[in-house]
Nanobody, 119 residues
Framework: QVQLVESGGGLVQAGGSLRLSCAASRSISTFNTMGWYRQAPGKQRDLVAHITNRGSTNYADVVKGRFTISRDNAKNTVYLQMNSLKPEDTAVYYC?????????????WGQGTQVTVSS
């Protein structure tokens, strides 16, 4: 069983920064992909960024140049550095881990952490 625990959310003014952390209960090198998703009230849950076990990254267009995803295998932790935050970034942010290959597929989610950006 895998547990993902997010932290670092909070209230910040527009233009400010937050750093989210996602701590996994086992080595994150066992996951093909780890990522961050977000969901605002009345909206679908969208991918924000993901990172593969080899370090390749991908970002949603609306966060490119502002957000950075990274991983620290020694700490079993994935980070999301969020700079130049905008009110439209307000959402619950969820950590996700995926592992796939052959006939096996695994998908894990954290409990979410609230990010609120005030104008």
């Amino acid at each position: 069983q895998v547990q993902l625990v997010e932290s670092g959310g909070g209230l910040v003014q527009a233009g400010g920064s937050l750093r989210l952390s996602c701590a996994a209960s086992r080595s994150i090198s066992t996951f093909n992909t780890m990522g961050w998703y977000r969901q605002a009230p009345g909206k679908q849950r969208d991918l924000v960024a993901h990172i593969t076990n080899r370090g390749s990254t991908n970002y949603a267009d609306v966060v490119k140049g502002r957000f950075t995803i990274s991983r620290d295998n020694a700490k079993n932790t994935v980070y999301l550095q969020m700079n130049s935050l905008k009110p439209e970034d307000t959402a619950v942010y969820y950590c996700n881990a995926k592992n796939y290959g052959g006939t096996s597929y695994y998908d894990y989610w954290g409990q979410g952490t609230q990010v609120t950006v005030s104008s």
